[in-house]
């Protein structure tokens, strides 16, 4: 192969050019722009502990509070309950207006008493038609009184017999209108259902409820204030995460500085969506023993997913870190010296200075909270990553 004179002077001249470029952008790369110095900002992977976390907000609440209610109209005439009270199972606890319901049985028991005499008295008329059936037959097997005076006997007897039937069952009815009054006389007084502290009275003496279309309530009673639960709405995206049993902690604004724990004891399967987002209702149990935790108080609750202790571990600004010149820090083979490059497909990656070269490390990740991260594999402890970058001026 042979080479022309003016071609050897132009390769010359383009090599030269090429230098003077490459120096130029080494000058850059090494003092920046205004005679800048770059310093990178680096961390070591050390050994720590770990907890992966989905963050929700929810509400305290007894885990079971039940509405009192009365199941009749009329006016409230005595209250023997307030707010906080204590009350047990069969506790008599407010009083309704019991006069008209009084008054009802009373009345049902005197229908009762007229139905069952006048039962008497047709079982009377009904053994007399009897005996004057009789006596009209025999004589009419005698031939001394005509059929038709049979006939007419037979009709009177069938008649009491239809009378006793229908005493019968008015006394039934009365029997049952008795039991009903009975029963909204009982109504007027009203008990506590179970054991519990009062959370909400919701009538005052001397008010009228109405029970026409709803029961209306009388009271909240929470059945145990040492129980609470926290009811929190959990992303679709993030419930695949949860399970009963895990563990969760909490505070309330009340404490600020005081850590509550709980379980999560229950998600349920129904979604509930707001403005297009799903979520579901998980709920977690918490012990109240000391009843500082109170109905209604905003709970800031942790759920945690993962909890890992003494794993090696990174900040997470080290995955965020990406070198100006990708080409520079990737390992020597794999360098396009100039070349067009294309980004390889390829898992995260961390980057480390040896010898002041930038080298990048493929790594295999674990769990996060959203400042550290797990690593698995592709670095050792100690080592120091980056994870950005100092700028300095010259001379100070």
Do not use: C, W
Not at 54 to 61: C, F, H, K, V
Not at 222 to 249: H, P, S
Not at 327 to 347: C, E, H, I, L
């Amino acid at each position: 192969m042979t080479f022309d004179v003016k071609t050897v002077l132009r390769y010359k001249r383009t090599v030269l050019g090429l230098a003077v470029v490459l120096a130029g952008i080494g000058y850059v790369l090494t003092t920046g722009s205004g005679g800048e110095e770059i310093h990178y900002k680096t961390a070591e992977a050390h050994r720590g502990s770990i907890r992966s976390v989905i963050q929700a907000t929810g509400s305290l609440d007894a885990v079971e509070t039940v509405d009192v209610g009365t199941q009749i109209s009329g006016t409230v005439t005595k209250i023997y309950i307030d707010y906080n009270s204590s009350v047990k199972q069969g506790q008599l606890i407010a009083e309704i207006d019991s006069a008209t319901h009084e008054t009802e049985v009373e009345q049902a028991e005197a229908n009762l008493l007229a139905a069952k005499a006048d039962l008497m008295n047709y079982r009377a008329l009904l053994a007399k038609a009897g005996k004057d059936l009789e006596r009209t037959r025999k004589l009419a097997a005698q031939e001394m009184i005509a059929k038709t005076e049979v006939d007419l006997d037979e009709s009177i007897y069938l008649t009491a017999q239809a009378q006793v039937a229908s005493a019968q069952a008015r006394i039934k009815q009365s029997e049952a209108a008795l039991a009903r009054a009975k029963i909204n006389l009982g109504y007027t007084r009203i008990y506590s259902p179970v054991d519990g502290v009062v959370v909400a009275k919701l009538v005052e003496q001397g008010q009228t409820v109405a029970a026409s279309y709803a029961t209306p309530s009388i009271a909240k009673i929470a059945r145990d204030l040492k129980q609470m639960r926290v009811e929190v709405n959990v992303d679709e995206a993030d419930i695949g995460g949860i399970k009963q049993g895990q563990k969760a902690e909490f505070t309330v604004d009340a404490y600020t500085n005081e850590k509550f724990f709980g379980e999560v004891t229950q998600i349920r399967l129904a979604p509930e969506t707001k403005d297009n987002v799903v979520s579901y209702a998980v709920i977690v149990t918490v012990a109240n023993d000391e009843g500082i935790l109170l109905p209604g108080m905003t709970a800031n609750v942790s759920l945690i997913v993962q909890q890992k202790e003494n794993i090696l571990m990174v900040p997470n600004a080290a995955f965020r870190f990406k070198p100006v010149d990708l080409n520079a820090a990737a390992p020597v083979d794999q360098r396009s010296f100039g070349q067009p490059t294309v980004a390889a497909v390829s898992g995260p990656a961390l980057y480390t200075l040896e010898k002041k070269d930038i080298v990048k490390k493929e790594v295999e990740r674990g769990i996060t909270d959203g400042q550290y991260t797990e690593i698995l594999s592709g670095l050792s402890e100690g080592e120091a990553v980056i994870t950005g970058i100092l700028v300095e001026k010259e001379g100070k």
